[in-house]
């Protein structure tokens, strides 16, 4: 999913107003823009709801465990007899796969979106942009599938030597694997933005080919560059069904991408399967993972936002 | 300029020239590379489902149930259950995405409160689809008592793909020209009669493109579905909004989440439908496109 800022035009709606029709015509039609309003709101409504609920269920976690605990300890067992609640090692996971996953999809991406705008003919973009649009519509559950059934036996066992089948690495890269269109889509629109006339004035200038590229188009359109990284990072560390999956079922805190682990997604996803009864604290504990999923990942998305309006380069 | 200088200039540029030369061979060749391995993994991907899956496929496998054996199990319940979680999420999100667009594209002034509504309609756009499990656990399945039901799913999703649709549909209304609504407006139109009449149909062609893709992200979703609580096994035909489900990638997550390799295989002729519907929306929607830009008006 791509979330760019939508500069809405300033005159549109103004313009809009001035709509004539006579008095009645137009008071009939207030019910209608009333519903319109309505809809628009429903986001709103989404997004108090999510805070809201997170918030609320998070609380009555706080009121059993310190704040103090759930940032410090290291170890995160709330489903044994003998409890913990240390988040670290479920950030630690979702923060090692993301951005392992982001340091093979960014290349790839990167490299892609530079020979989709600078390189390729018109036939060869039209071919290409719809596969890797393709790669991108796949669902999640498939990408899991290769992780588990390919990339982990065939790939990471053979190549390192992991001991398990469950590993960090198996599920970052069948995760880079689902984020490469997303980086080369967004880098590909950044790179198109910027126009032909500064191309043209390096040619003149007497600059080669990978010279406007890398010298020009890409430095020009970095901050679409960077805010698609970022958004892209924030995708990796929201999915769900890759790390489950792939990345093993057990809390660990460790850099070695050759171990298991659980991501904050995968610890949610695994309570949720497990049926646990309502109120208890196993079932809060839940929220409290997810509202620290949701405002990282906000945090990342709106450094994205911020980014691409305070570095947009205007041209003309 | 010293006579060394000049004696050693041509040595410089003989290694400026090599290093701009062999860039211009190895920068092409490196993003050549970098496309072409991104659309192998694809094929790649293609290749090991159909390795596993294919031999598992028959019409057996589309009319029968789940099963606690890997040889009999079936695809039915899920693939059901998928039609009518999407009959469902399009009913809820495609009008009021549709009437969100509009109102930001045609009717909203620019001020504090619009936006407000954009800016928290790209953040949603980004929250990670387990937290939108969360919610509908809490709002859908429990404070409205809905259980884990095709309805509760269904307004899950339908919250989760509604960014996607509001954005493509202003996509859309914004492709339309300026001067359509004025002339229309100039001919004594009202705001509505405009839009309805003017605006909506020429835009038609994006929006809808907008919410098959929606769709398509919503006929994939499986974290939200788990975190309701819809992961269970079903072996019956949905008959109403009320009952529990399970939808093709929850029936596929549910196998592969089994040690057993026989079930691997059965996920992944899973995996082969699921793709092939996916693949078939696709197809509608440049279907749909190409016939609606054929009756374009400019």
């Known amino acids: 999913m791509m979330a760019r800022p939508q500069p809405a035009s300033a005159q549109r709606g103004a313009l809009f107003r001035r709509g004539r029709g006579g008095l009645l015509r137009r008071a009939r039609e207030l019910p209608i823009l009333a519903s319109l309003l309505g809809c628009a709101l429903v986001s709103i409504l989404t997004t108090v709801g999510i805070v809201v609920v997170l918030v609320q269920e998070t609380v009555g976690f706080f009121r059993a465990v310190s704040p103090w605990e759930f940032l410090t300890d290291t170890r995160w067992t709330p489903l044994f007899v003998e409890k913990h609640f240390g988040i670290a090692p479920l950030i630690s996971a979702t923060f090692l796969i993301a951005a392992l996953a982001l340091a093979v999809a960014v290349p790839l991406g990167l490299g892609a979106a530079i020979y989709l705008s600078e390189y390729a003919s018109d036939r060869v973009r039209s071919l290409v942009k719809p596969v890797l649009e393709l790669l991108a519509g796949i669902p999640t559950v498939v990408y899991g599938y290769f992780a588990i059934s390919f990339i982990a036996p065939d790939v990471v066992q053979r190549l390192f030597g992991s001991d398990t089948v469950f590993n960090a690495l198996s599920a970052s890269l069948a995760m880079a694997l689902l984020l490469v269109p997303m980086v080369s889509s967004l880098s590909d629109d950044a790179m198109r933005a910027v126009p032909g006339s500064l191309r043209e004035a390096a040619y003149a200038l007497g600059s080669s080919r990978w010279e406007v590229a890398t010298k020009v188009v890409v430095p020009a359109a970095l901050s679409g560059i960077v805010a698609a990284c970022l958004l892209t990072f924030a995708r990796a560390a929201g999915e769900t069904v890759i790390a489950y999956l792939a990345a093993g079922g057990q809390p660990n805190l460790t850099w070695n991408p050759l171990e298991g682990m659980q991501t904050m997604a995968a610890y949610i996803a695994q309570v949720s399967i497990g049926d646990t009864p309502r109120g208890t604290l196993e079932y809060k504990t839940i929220f409290a993972v997810g509202l620290t999923l949701f405002l990282a990942t906000l945090l990342f998305n709106v450094a994205s936002q911020w980014l691409l309006a305070r570095f947009r380069e205007v041209y003309e | ?298």
């Open chain 2, 1 to 298: 300029m010293s006579v060394t200088g000049a004696l050693a200039r041509p040595a410089q540029w003989r290694r400026r020239w090599l290093w701009r030369k062999g860039m211009g061979l190895l920068l092409p060749a490196l993003v050549r590379l970098a496309t072409l391995a991104s659309v192998a993994a694809l094929v790649l991907l293609l290749v090991v489902v159909a390795r596993d899956g294919l031999g598992r496929l028959s019409p057996d496998f589309l009319t029968e149930y789940p099963s606690r054996f890997a040889s009999r199990a079936g695809f039915r319940s899920a693939f059901l259950g998928s039609l009518w979680v999407m009959g469902f999420t399009a009913l809820f999100s495609v009008p009021v995405g549709i009437g969100a667009a509009i109102y930001l594209e045609e009717f909203a002034s620019r001020n504090w409160f619009t936006r407000i509504i954009e800016t928290n309609i790209n953040n949603l756009a980004g929250v990670p689809s387990i937290v939108y499990g969360l919610l509908g656990l809490t709002i859908f399945v429990r404070a409205m008592a809905l259980g884990p039901s095709i309805l509760a799913g269904s307004l899950t999703l339908a919250l989760l793909v509604l960014p996607i649709i509001i954005v493509a549909a202003r996509e859309g209304l914004r492709s339309v020209p300026y001067s359509i609504r004025e002339a229309s407006l100039a001919l004594g139109a009202t705001r509505w009669q405009t839009v309805w009449h003017q605006v909506l149909p020429p835009a038609m062609p994006t929006i809808l493109t907008g919410v098959i893709l929606a769709l398509s992200r919503a006929i994939g979703e499986t974290a939200p579905l788990i975190t309701i609580g819809a992961l269970v096994f079903i072996a019956f035909d949905p008959r109403g909004p009320m009952d529990s489900f399970t939808v093709m990638p929850l029936q596929i997550f549910e196998w592969l989440s089994r040690p057993q390799a026989r079930f691997h295989e059965v996920a992944a002729a899973g995996i082969i439908v699921l793709l092939l519907v996916l693949l078939a929306m696709n197809a509608v929607a440049i279907a749909l496109r190409y016939w609606f830009e054929r009756r374009r008006l400019w």
